[in-house]
């Protein structure tokens, strides 16, 4: 990580001046201070997708309103017991107060802090790490670098959407940051969001927001020497038990030139001396060269020395120029005369432009009136349209009452007609019937119903069989209908296995490609468009883009000791395989521009972390390999910042590789005693072994090597094997789905004929049961009374003459009803008739103002074409006139020259 210094001046009686710094320790039992000094740094990491990858970045956006409900949250701000005023010991970098909101345990919490020492004191669990990581992160920290999460919405408060902190710096001095913008305190906020994201505000001591660019802030961290991510700055409870723990003096050493920045300084030194050394030859060239440019001049005044001595070639040289001028002068003047002619015909055709301009001016003038003109008598014709209209609505309403009454009389007088008309038939039936009791006295019933007797008894034989027949087609519908079900079943499942199968080829398919592809070239295992990204980037390196040449793909980079162990690397180092090593910064961002130029919208890792030429040293925190190999010892590269990358992403030194799945159960379980340090195996077929935290087992999905596999010729020869083996399955399964298809198809129709076998059967049987039941049902009529009915003929004669005088009424109301509606009518169609005379009026004169708005938009253009060419002409006419102008100036100028000399 670079860093940047702050040079100090010093003399005789000087002494490098430091201003207090504010100190905050972490502890298990309580205590918590912190600093708000450190050294200053230039990069920043950050986090991108979950994946390890350290970048600046620079987010904006508009502030998100807090829900409602935070009002009622209890408001946990603390304010120090003692005075905090009137200490001036530094006046810029302290940080006077930190607010939190929904952050981790907080849901509001204010600090104000005092100008040295502070202590936060709580129970264990109460939040007091919590206000150093929202000091860490409030800065612009990583969410790794505090040990409490790997991703900022993991800081947000359970059951928020979004958290803030706010932290203000005071700003006062001479060392005072942009004080004309800021003011005497420099507020930082920062808003995180449930999906990731998050934005900054930079505010002055009045709370305007001066910035929202994370730049700002670390330029703000560098002015007053801030370095959050510092271990001697803020220490928290994970590096400082790391550190005492740690019995490997490279790690303190490590540790030591990361607090204290000694590599950076002495490559800063290096480079200084390199910068000089480059200077020092500059130098020494220029003061060769000396010489041979003072021995140039002494032949340069040897020749103006001979040349003064001649007066007389001087004085003819004088009349010469004298001349020479006047010539000159003269020629000038004859080149004015192209430009006078030119003027002169730009301004003659000047008013033909300002005419046209003029007439296109005019005309449009004129198709606006017409356009208002028209407009107008729109206006007034939609006015006599709704003017109109209360009349034709109330002439409809009228209209539609009318006919209303008109059918309700239509409808009595077809009540009474039918009234009439039934009675009437009645009447006849009865008189029919009183013939035939008076012609039938001695008819012979019981040979009618011994007759009757008989028809029942072949009827119910029928119906019986009718019955077995019903029966017998039922059970064969069903049958048919349950092997129809059946068959879709089996057709559904084995289609399903057949898109499995299709899938599985497909993938096979493209793994056969990819490996096809990979023969005559290793990286397009990677991806088709690696090795033309390995190209530019190549070319970048020669044009001197990077600082040190990118690493990557990390999995082309190594090979196996034994390849048998290819498919439980690629299991175990998981998007690693595909990620490439950046130096610094820089680097990552040249990087990032040829990964967008190259392969635009692929994400690839980029891991960023400073190059070194040594592997770490293992042997105290790797895991014991007498009995089983690690990842590590079976990798083999000839660079060691792959070692270096691969231990601090995946800590391979601690993951042993066993051949057995149950062999590494036992192994690896905590209650047998694991080899140390030992906390992950994977077996032959990638399946994961955990042992730390918890035991664990995962099976591996994957179970084809792709990156690290050896002979691609075997591979390729299996993938088309299975490929041929899959293609025939589903041959088959196509078959046999056809089949199914034929037999579903067969049984529907069988299953339709039966079932309009059994709706005849059923129809057969409705039909002779109410046959059976009409002829039980009939009875010997017994001796009617003529009388009776002769009785009822006078009642329904005297009802048939009642109905027929109110029928003479009814129609007689019908008709005047007719007459009414027809006016009414009438007078709903006059209305209408003239609202649609003059909606067709306005349609027209839409029609004609849909005219005028394209002659208007017509003359629009012609008006703004002529303005344009008017414009240009004048620039034209301008710019002619500028050029007689500055021509004249020169002409002037050269002769006033050499008047004066």
Not at 678 to 702: C, K
Request: with cysteine; proline share 3%; aromatic share 6%.
């Amino acid at each position: 990580m670079s860093s940047k210094r702050k040079k100090v001046s010093t003399g005789d009686n000087e002494q490098q001046k430091l201003s207090k710094k504010q100190r905050t320790v972490e502890a298990d039992d309580g205590e918590v201070p912190s600093t708000s000094h450190a050294e200053s740094s230039e990069e920043q990491e950050t986090e991108d997708g979950g994946t390890v990858i350290y970048r600046r970045s620079q987010t904006s956006g508009p502030r998100v309103e807090e829900d409602m409900e935070e009002e009622s949250v209890v408001d946990l701000s603390q304010n120090p017991g003692f005075n905090v005023e009137g200490d001036d010991s530094a006046m810029c970098g302290i940080i006077e107060k930190i607010e939190l909101k929904n952050f981790m345990c907080h849901p509001r919490l204010s600090i104000n802090f005092g100008p040295a020492i502070n202590f936060i004191v709580g129970h264990n669990g109460s939040g007091k790490s919590a206000v150093i990581t929202a000091l860490v992160v409030g800065l612009g920290g990583k969410a790794s670098v505090t040990n409490r999460g790997t991703k900022m919405k993991g800081f947000i408060l359970t059951g928020k959407q979004t958290a803030e902190v706010e932290i203000r710096l005071r700003n006062q001095g001479q060392d005072a940051f942009m004080p004309k913008a800021y003011g005497r305190t420099i507020i930082i906020n920062r808003k995180f969001n449930s999906d990731g994201t998050s934005q900054y505000k930079l505010k002055g001591h009045n709370g305007k927001v001066v910035s929202t660019k994370k730049d700002d802030l670390m330029r703000i961290l560098d002015q007053f020497n801030i370095q959050v991510e510092n271990p001697l700055a803020i220490l928290n409870q994970e590096t400082s038990r790391n550190f005492l723990n740690s019995k490997s003096t490279n790690d303190k050493y490590r540790f030591f030139l990361k607090a204290t920045q000694l590599e950076q300084i002495k490559e800063d030194y290096e480079r200084a001396d390199e910068h000089k050394n480059r200077t020092i030859e500059i130098i020494n060239d220029k003061v060769g060269m000396m010489p041979k440019l003072e021995a140039e001049i002494l032949a340069l005044e040897r020749q103006f020395k001979a040349l003064t001595a001649v007066d007389d070639l001087k004085t003819k040289a004088q009349r010469l120029r004298h001349e020479l001028a006047w010539a000159f002068i003269i020629e000038k003047e004859k080149g004015m005369d192209p430009l006078v002619k030119e003027k002169n015909h730009e301004e003659a055709r000047l008013p033909s432009f300002k005419q046209h301009a003029e007439d296109a001016k005019r005309k449009l003038d004129e198709v606006n009136t017409r356009m208002n003109e028209m407009t107008s008598r729109l206006s007034a014709s939609g006015g006599d349209v709704k003017s109109l209209q209360p009349k034709l609505n109330e002439a409809k309403a009228d209209l539609a009452e009318q006919k209303k009454t008109s059918r309700n009389a239509q409808l009595e007088v077809k009540r009474l007609e039918g009234a009439v008309r039934s009675s009437k038939k009645e009447e006849q039936e009865i008189l029919n019937r009183i013939k035939e009791i008076q012609s039938s006295a001695k008819h012979d019933y019981e040979a009618e119903r011994q007759a009757r007797q008989q028809k029942v008894s072949e009827l119910e034989a029928q119906l019986a069989g009718l019955e077995a027949e019903e029966k017998t087609t039922d059970h064969m519908v069903d049958q048919h209908r349950s092997c129809v079900t059946k068959y879709r079943n089996d057709q559904f499942k084995l289609n399903q296995e057949s898109q499995t199968l299709q899938t599985q080829l497909a993938k096979n398919q493209r793994n056969l490609q990819a490996m096809k592809a990979s023969q005559g070239n290793r990286l397009r295992r990677f991806g088709p468009q690696i090795p033309d990204l390995i190209k530019a980037i190549d070319q970048a390196h020669a044009q001197g883009r990077f600082h040190k040449k990118p690493i990557g793909p990390i999995g082309a980079c190594f090979t196996l000791k034994d390849n048998k162990w290819a498919l439980p690397v690629e299991c175990c180092l998981k998007g690693l395989m595909n990620a490439f090593c950046c130096h610094d910064y820089q680097d990552e961002k040249a990087l990032e521009q040829i990964i967008q130029s190259v392969c635009p919208g692929n994400k690839i890792t980029i891991i960023t972390s400073r190059f070194k030429d040594q592997v770490y040293d293992t042997k105290t925190k790797g895991a014991d390999t007498r009995q089983y190999p690690s990842v590590l010892d079976m990798i083999q590269s000839d660079e060691p910042m792959v070692y270096n990358t691969l231990i601090d992403q995946q800590t391979v030194e601690c993951v042993l590789l066993i051949e057995d799945g149950r062999t590494a159960r036992q192994v690896m379980d905590p209650e047998k005693n694991p080899p140390r340090n030992a906390r992950q195996a994977f077996t032959l077929n990638g399946d994961q072994v955990i042992s730390q935290p918890t035991f664990r087992y995962y099976s591996s999905n994957q179970d084809k090597v792709k990156y690290l596999t050896t002979n691609v010729e075997d591979d390729i020869a299996a993938i088309e094997a299975d490929i041929v083996n899959l293609q025939k399955k589903v041959g088959q399964m196509r078959q046999t789905s056809t089949q199914l298809e034929g037999d579903i198809q067969s049984n529907q129709q069988l299953e339709r004929k039966g079932s309009t076998q059994l709706m005849k059967i059923r129809d057969k049987k409705r039909k002779i049961t109410m046959e059976i039941t009409e002829l039980k049902n009939i009875e010997d009529p017994a001796p009617v009374d003529v009388a009776t009915y002769e009785e009822e003929v006078k009642l329904l004669r005297q009802q048939i003459e009642a109905n027929e005088a109110q029928l003479l009424v009814k129609q007689t109301v019908y008709r005047e009803q007719e007459e009414v509606l027809k006016e009414a009518d009438d007078k709903f169609r006059k209305i209408e008739t003239e609202v649609k005379s003059k909606i067709g009026a306005a349609d027209q004169i839409k029609e004609e103002v849909g005219v005028i708005v394209s002659q208007l938009e017509e003359c629009k253009r012609h008006k703004k074409h002529y303005d344009a060419k008017l414009k240009e002409q004048e620039l034209k006419i301008r710019d002619v006139k500028d050029r007689i102008v500055k021509y004249q100036q020169e002409i002037d100028s050269f002769t006033l020259f050499w008047i004066l000399r």
